[in-house]
Structures are given as structure tokens and as C-alpha cells.
């Protein structure tokens, strides 16, 4: 089976957006903040010549007008008091990463801001990992607050031009405390899509993606198993209070997610469900910092598993820098595709890697 490059994308310039403080979020210490084929670009110039593809999900019938522009990033929350979250079925990728004390984090991504419901959250703080990840897609970025190693990640790359974000510590008409759950205000922070969309739209914000991204991943035309061992369920563990199973459907052909053996599913009752499982053993250490803040080591690379349509296969991962793309590829370094759909990312820290079961 041939197989192509996937590749989140790497760094270009684009217009500055920084956005600061809104005085009702807090730090992390609780205080206020101040195979079938591929399509690659090379090939077509970035278009399906079979007709436009989505490029976050490889799905066809992707609308024109929005090839060229920038996908958006969203830190959401996960700790139980945010459960459950909104809109958390509707991302075209969600990647999730482990913060401190061993709780998980959330960066939802969009191809387009249009795709954006009207409700999600809560948002949250981001973590300079995270910010590396929305690099490498040349997405803007939506946060409120950060470690104090995101913001130096962030200022450095909005000061040269490289990245835009929106930071919810700033008081504007898209985010809003919801009023219908009984805990503490930072559980609560939404983000409304449609004035984001109007807020974009009347500061004319600058989406216009640098070409570089226009194809972030390859995909195949339609689905085909992966090289690997049968694959219906499989386990992976964050830490002892993170544990996911994913479940396949053969009549949806998507993995069904559960958490701590709940079933996942967001504050409408819809069940979380993906085409793509991928895992990335990632290796993590302390930042040295009385928060316990985490450093994921990218530079180091590392394995996973790549997960669909029944089957596993076992995948390398590469990340040179900030802004570099993140390439995935077979165990023996041949390029990978992925099939057509959404897809969950799973950062788990290598020494958890003995935790994971497939079966």
C-alpha cells in the first residue's frame, strides 16, 4: 500500500492578534491573572482534483471559500468539574495532553472558524505545548490565561509575526460565565462561536493561511485498514484518574470513547466517537515549579499507534521545534496517511506506554 507524508504544519507568518487580560479568570495557582491515494498539495496545488477536501479531516465536499484559512485552536478544560464540556463532540481533532498533578488538557481544532459551535468550553489556561501544537498548524489560538512558559511562548512568536491568539483574559462579547452549573467561575468560561465570527470579521483579523499549511495531513481517498494487528478495543492511560477505552463500531466505523469507563459525551448526550485514534508516547518532565508545570520534550520524538477501521499500526513521531510540523510515520519510517474523518490525539507521557492494551 503506498502511503504519503501526514504532517501538521510548520510555522509562517501571519498577522499579529494578542489579546490580554480579563480579570475575572485566574492562574494555575488559583489567583487572579493579570489506501487508496493520497492528495497531496504538490500534486494538485493543495486541491483535490476529485473535489475539495476538508484539511483537517480529509472528508470531501469541503467549501472553497475556505481553502487558505486558518483553522482555529481552543484550549478546553478537563478536570471533572468541567464535564461535561461543550461542544466536545464537535471538534475535527481533538488532542489531548497532560498537565499537573495528572490531569488532562484539551486543544481542540477546527479547519475553519465557521465550524465553531456557538457554545464551547470551558475554556482554559494554555500550556506551551499546547501553543507548540497550534504552531503547527498556523491556527489561531484561543486561551484564557497560561504557565508562565506559555506566555513566553506565545509573546515570542505574536512579537515576530508567527502566531495570532485571542487570550480570554480580556474581557470581549464572545466569552461569557455560564450560569447554569453550580461550581466555581473558571469551570465556567464559553466561548460563543458566532461572535467570534463577528468579532474576526469586524476588527478584520488577518485568517489568511500562509500556503505552507494548506495541507496539513494526506489522506486516503477512501478508508483502508491499517499494516498492523486487530484493533477493537484499546486502552490508554494518562494517569491513574486518566483512563480512555476506545471502542469500535464496525457499522459507524469509528471508535467509541470512554472515560474511567463512562462513555464520553458532551453536554448535549452525544457520544464522542472517532475514524483516527493516535497515540504519541511523548517523553514529559518537571519544570521545576511549585505548580508542578510539565515540559513535553518534542525534540526527542518518539512511537505510537495509529488506530482506524479496525486495525493498529505502529508509528513513529517527529518535532524539531516550536514550530515545526509533527510527521507521523510506520514504524519503519515509510510515510503514513490517515483515513477520512475526526480523529483523537492522545500526548501520553512514554512511561505510561505500558498501560496501553489493544485488543
Given at each position: 500500500m503506498l502511503k504519503r507524508t501526514v504532517a501538521l504544519g510548520t510555522a509562517a507568518a501571519v498577522?499579529?492578534?494578542s489579546i490580554t487580560a480579563l480579570s475575572s479568570c485566574k492562574k494555575d495557582d488559583g489567583t487572579p491573572e493579570t489506501t487508496g491515494s493520497a492528495v497531496t498539495e504538490a500534486e494538485t496545488g493543495g486541491v483535490n482534483t476529485a473535489g475539495i477536501t476538508d484539511p483537517l479531516t480529509g472528508?470531501?465536499?469541503?467549501?472553497?471559500?475556505?481553502?487558505?484559512?486558518?483553522?482555529?485552536a481552543i484550549v478546553v478544560e478537563n478536570s471533572p468539574a468541567a464535564r461535561p464540556q461543550w461542544g466536545?463532540?464537535?471538534?475535527?481533532?481533538?488532542?489531548?495532553?497532560?498537565?499537573?498533578?495528572?490531569?488532562?488538557?484539551?486543544?481542540?481544532?477546527y479547519s475553519n472558524i465557521d465550524k465553531v459551535p456557538d457554545k464551547v468550553g470551558p475554556v482554559r489556561s494554555a500550556r506551551h505545548y499546547a501553543v507548540e501544537l497550534a504552531l503547527g498548524l498556523d491556527a489561531?489560538?484561543?486561551?484564557?490565561?497560561?504557565?508562565?512558559?506559555a506566555y513566553s511562548t506565545i509573546n515570542s512568536h505574536v512579537n515576530n509575526g508567527t502566531m495570532s491568539e485571542i487570550d480570554g483574559m480580556k474581557s470581549q462579547p464572545f466569552f461569557e460565565r455560564d450560569q447554569t452549573r453550580n461550581v466555581s467561575s473558571e469551570h465556567r468560561l464559553v466561548l460563543r462561536g458566532n461572535g467570534l465570527r463577528d468579532w474576526v470579521t469586524s476588527k478584520s483579523v488577518n485568517m489568511t493561511l500562509n500556503d505552507a499549511y494548506k495541507t496539513p495531513f494526506t489522506f486516503?481517498?477512501?478508508?483502508?485498514?491499517?499494516?498492523?494487528?486487530?484493533?477493537?478495543?484499546?486502552?490508554?492511560?494518562?494517569s491513574a484518574s486518566y483512563n480512555y477505552e476506545f471502542k469500535y463500531d464496525a457499522s459507524t466505523g469509528k471508535y467509541n470513547c470512554f472515560l474511567n469507563s463512562n462513555a464520553r459525551k458532551d453536554d448535549s448526550g452525544t457520544q464522542c466517537a472517532y475514524n483516527n485514534v493516535i497515540v504519541m508516547y511523548v517523553d514529559m518532565e518537571s519544570m521545576g515549579t511549585a505548580a508542578g508545570h510539565q515540559n513535553v520534550r518534542f525534540e526527542n520524538g518518539?512511537?505510537?499507534?495509529?488506530?482506524?477501521?479496525?486495525?493498529?499500526?505502529?508509528?513513529?513521531?517527529?518535532?524539531?521545534?516550536?514550530?515545526?510540523?509533527?510527521?507521523?510515520?510506520?514504524?519503519?519510517g515509510s510515510a503514513l496517511t490517515l483515513n477520512p474523518g475526526n480523529s483523537y490525539l492522545g500526548l501520553v507521557r512514554s512511561t505510561q506506554q505500558s498501560a496501553t492494551s489493544i485488543g
Open positions: 498577522a499579529l492578534l472528508m470531501s465536499g469541503y467549501d472553497e471559500k475556505y481553502v487558505g484559512r486558518k483553522p482555529v466536545m463532540s464537535t471538534p475535527d481533532i481533538l488532542a489531548e495532553y497532560e498537565v499537573e498533578g495528572g490531569i488532562t488538557r484539551m486543544l481542540w481544532l489561531l489560538f484561543v486561551h484564557c490565561g497560561g504557565s508562565d512558559f486516503n481517498a477512501s478508508t483502508v485498514a491499517p499494516n498492523g494487528k486487530d484493533c477493537t478495543d484499546a486502552k490508554i492511560s494518562f518518539g512511537s505510537g499507534l495509529y488506530i482506524s477501521a479496525g486495525k493498529c499500526e505502529e508509528i513513529k513521531w517527529t518535532k524539531t521545534s516550536d514550530t515545526d510540523m509533527i510527521r507521523l510515520t510506520g514504524a519503519d
